[in-house]
Each structure stands twice: as structure tokens, then as C-alpha cells.
């Protein structure tokens, strides 16, 4: 079965220090992994995805993640945190069996304080 | 990308009553998705909706409780029946288009009273 867990409840960072939101993984096969965020009262938006290629994934608002395949981890990071990254962050797989299916992390809630 | 509008942005329900979402897209997509997310929670696939054939349902959610209309390739409802408080919920539609990557709508704020 394709499942993805994110250990942290919450991510506490202070403004301009670099952050890291951690996932891992567990699918059979190469795996389809994508990073979503979530601002509060709103949809989920897409951040970025591995599909092949590149182990470092750059996506919108300065993030990048690392695909290890040896670790099964996809952690999402960014050199600098602003106010405004302060959101609900989702990492996904997509179910290469069924591509209706995409499973989602538990979620991870990053504060980043001034 | 994709821009995805749902109706209504938020409601506050009675028990016992039902409630019809509807999501609109800004373009042609074979299939739409209806989520529900619980506050502070995951995303969970109620189900997954093809236009002209019956909507394919996930373990745990069934039609009768949750029946979901496609008439066309640009708008989906998701109607939640007969509502308990345990259905307060975000509901969100999404659809997938190519490389992958999946839109969100801005869901739906249910609250079961």
C-alpha cells in the first residue's frame, strides 16, 4: 500500500533561519511525491512534485525538496523563512496503480515567528 | 493550471438535513475528486467523478450519503444527506491535469448543528 507519514505535528522556526518539514514514504515502485500548502480558510495550493530526474525539486515560494530513495524521505525545506510561509503543509504520493488515488500526510503545521 | 471555484464557501446546517456543493472548473477534465478534510486533519478521497458514469466511491463513503452528480466536463455537486455533526467537515473538489499536478478548489466549511 502507498502512504506517506510527516512525524511533526509542528514545526516551530524563527524568521530567516532555514526550515525543514519532513516526509517519508512507503510505496512500491518509483514514486510520484508532491508538497501542497495550505493557508488558513483556504484550498490546498501545489508547491512542487518529483516525478524523475533531479533528487532536488525547486517549487513555488522559494521551496525546494530532496528525493532520497535510499531514506524514503522527501523533506521540504527553504534556506530562509518568511512570516508568511506560516501554513498548514501537506506531502502526497500518487497511488502509481491507481492514478485516481493520491494519499496525504497527516500534515505539518510550520510557525514561523518575527 | 486549473482555477476551481466551489458553492457554498461556508454553511451551518441542521441535523437531519442535506446540502449540495457545487464545484466549477475553467476547463475540460475527465475526472474531479471530492475530499473531505476534517478540522486539523488530513485529506481523505471521498470520491472520484467521471463525467457521464457513476462516481467510484471510496471504502467508507457510499452513495446514498454522499451522491455526487457530473453532467458535464466542467462542474461536479457533491451533496452531503442527511447530516450529523460528525459531518462537519471542509469538503474540497480537485481535479488532476497533466504532469501530475493536482488544483484544489477553496472549499466548502460545513457545520452540523
Sequence with gaps: AQSVAQPEDQVNVAEGNPLTVKCTYSVSGNPYLFWYVQYPNRGLQFLLKYITGDNLVKGSYGFEAEFNKSQTSFHLKKPSALVSDSALYFCAVRDRTNFNKFYFGSGTKLNVKP | ?113
Design chain 2, 1 to 113: 493550471s486549473a482555477v476551481i471555484s466551489q458553492k457554498p464557501s461556508r454553511d451551518i446546517c441542521q441535523r437531519g438535513t442535506s446540502l449540495t456543493i457545487q464545484c466549477q472548473v475553467d476547463s475540460q477534465v475527465t475526472m474531479m475528486f471530492w475530499y473531505r478534510q476534517q478540522p486539523g486533519q488530513s485529506l481523505t478521497l471521498i470520491a472520484t467523478a467521471n463525467q457521464g458514469s457513476e462516481a467510484t466511491y471510496e471504502s467508507g463513503f457510499v452513495i446514498d450519503k454522499f451522491p455526487i452528480s457530473r453532467p458535464n466536463l466542467t462542474f461536479s455537486t457533491l451533496t452531503v444527506s442527511n447530516m450529523s455533526p460528525e459531518d462537519s467537515s471542509i469538503y474540497l473538489c480537485s481535479v488532476v491535469l497533466t504532469y501530475n499536478e493536482q488544483f484544489f478548489g477553496p472549499g466548502t466549511r460545513l457545520t452540523v448543528l
